[in-house]
């Protein structure tokens, strides 16, 4: 059995006494899984400051086979940052520099510690854009987003956030810093190193830098929200967008029970038989959003019972706040909610949303569904008192049937929360067997230990 009382003393040693937490822990033990009743236990939190004193603290832990867990922001969905099996939560929290930053070659260098909206904000202050756009973007951290290859509404036009990361500074086992890629725009050198290490969920490594793309900033941003009375309706307006070959920069979607729990914010209301939201943005220069907006607005109006376009500025912002609200509505329902992140193919969207209500009523819970409609990512959800064990057996029960529905359906059981905890087994059901082998052997390379986020990412 390893030494608590060395493994401490190791720690204080490397980062210094004051951020080696042994009590006050509980901030770091579960993340926004929580009211699926998910919470970790660890014998200390360490907070370095630096990439060396990362690495130093791996290769402690390394050397005493302690398992370390990487923590950013602590929003994920999956548990990804929950140290189930003891040991030492690593946050990266200090780790937090703007390296450089090159507005006029459209490149910044940060550090997995500075908050997304950060780096969202020194683009926009220099007439830039770093697209990618999570949904706790003020508390989630460049390193998290990384590590989840998190996605956002505006992936659909932009991609996640991979996408837009051309080099990535990380620590591996059993304690060495080393960089893939880095201020360069191409790189076919060797194996695709940076893009296994982005999505990994620190299973392989922990991200400590980054390098990211930055692009001009649209000069207009334009939304339509469009309301139909029923799922189908909505479904069929989605594909005419494609069908049309409208390039909207984010398509949304909220069925009517997610639309009916965050009905009260919506500017302007919902109108009474709109029961199924589809919203849309245009971007681009002025005349360019305002075309595709127009396009948007003909192709969505088909069909619809309602729908709004409005003009710019603080109405645009204030709709995406609405946005961004959405799940925290829905968690208001009841207390609590059980939400999963399944992907599907656009043209099985409806089938996904119908059949998410139906497996709800089948373990006796209320469901409803809200997402990515470009992207086919439903977060399915299933709303509950999360103080009531009963409900969270139900819940988890149907989050089951939900995977399985995503692979019926032709798609996959996560499209950007990650795998974590909470679906730990589901990837040996969407994989054939030599897939999962390959999965495991690369685990294997680069953590022969397996002392890396242990439990996360499995097959």
Known sequence: MRSVAKLIRELGRIVGDAHVLTSGMGAYLSDEAETSGLRGRTEAVVLPATAAEVADVLACCYELDVPVTPRGGGTGYAGGAVPIDGGVVLSLERVNRIRTFDPLLWRIEVEAGVRTSEVRRIARENGLLFPPDPGAAESSQIGGNIATNAGGPHAFKYGVTGVWVSGIEAVVPPGDLITVGGPIRKDVAGYDLKSLM???????????????????????????????????????????????????????????????????????????????????????????????????????????????????????????????????????????????????????????????????????????????????????????????????????????????????????VSGEHGIGVLKRGQLRRQWAPRAVELHRAIKSAFDPKGLLNPGKKEP
């Not at 069908?243 to 914010?265: C, M, V, Y």
């Not at 500017?267 to 220069?285: H, I, M, N, Q, T």
């Not at 709709?319 to 992907?343: H, N, P």
Request: contains cysteine.
């Open 198 to 412: 982005t999505g990994s969920e620190g299973t392989l490594g922990i991200v400590t830098a980054a390098w990211l793309k930055l692009i001009p900033a649209p000069e207009e941003m334009l939304p339509v929200a469009a309301f139909y009375r029923n799922v189908a309706d909505g479904c069929g307006a989605i594909e005419a967008v494609f069908g049309n070959g409208i390039q909207a920069a984010a398509l949304e979607f909220l069925d009517e029970a997610a639309l009916r729990a965050a009905s009260a914010g919506f500017l302007g209301g919902v109108p009474a038989d709109g029961r199924f939201l589809v919203l849309a943005e245009a971007d681009g220069s002025a005349s360019e959003a305002a075309r595709v907006q127009r396009e948007l607005r003909d192709v969505l109006g088909d069909g619809a019972v309602s729908i709004r376009a409005p003009g710019g500025g603080s109405e645009v912002a204030a709709l995406w706040r609405w946005r961004e609200g959405v799940s925290g509505a829905v968690t208001a329902e009841r207390g609590g909610k059980v939400s999963e992140d399944i992907v599907v193919p656009v043209d099985r969207l409806g089938e996904a949303i119908e059949r998410t209500l139906a497996i709800g009523s089948r373990h006796g819970l209320t469901a409803c569904s809200w997402g990515h409609a470009g992207d086919g990512n439903v977060h399915s959800t299933f709303m509950l008192d999360a103080s009531d064990p009963a409900q969270l057996a139900q819940a988890h029960d149907a989050a089951h049937d939900l995977f399985s529905l995503a692979l019926e359906l032709g798609g996959s």
